[in-house]
Nanobody
């Protein structure tokens, strides 16, 4: 069973940027689809980025290009670069492998506040 460990969360001011990392215990190319999700207090978990084998990415339209996912195969790590952060981006961010019924990381808190 692959294991995922997120890092990089923290407190950032509105308009700022933050990069999250997710290190996998297996070679990225062996895992399949990976993704980033988030869950804000009182809300359902939602998808913010998909990373397909080979590096293609996909995002929900509501993000309007503010988030960028990337992969470093040598480090077995995927990243989520978040730009122009808004208070409504405050949430626990989770790394995922193989979809909602797959494997989840422990989550990392991102708080956007002045």
């Amino acid at each position: 069973q692959v294991q995922l460990v997120e890092s990089g969360g923290g407190l950032v001011q509105p308009g700022g940027s933050l990069t999250l990392s997710c290190e996998a215990s297996d070679v990225i190319s062996n895992i399949g689809i990976m993704g980033w999700y988030r869950q804000a207090p009182g809300k359902e978990r939602e998808l913010v980025a998909l990373v397909y084998p080979g590096g293609r990415t996909d995002y929900p339209s509501f993000l309007k290009g503010r988030f960028i996912a990337s992969t470093n195969n040598a480090q077995n790590t995927i990243f989520l670069r978040m730009n122009n952060l808004k208070t409504e981006d405050t949430a626990v961010y989770y790394c995922n492998a193989r979809g909602p019924y797959g494997v989840w990381g422990q989550g990392t808190q991102v708080t956007v506040a002045a």
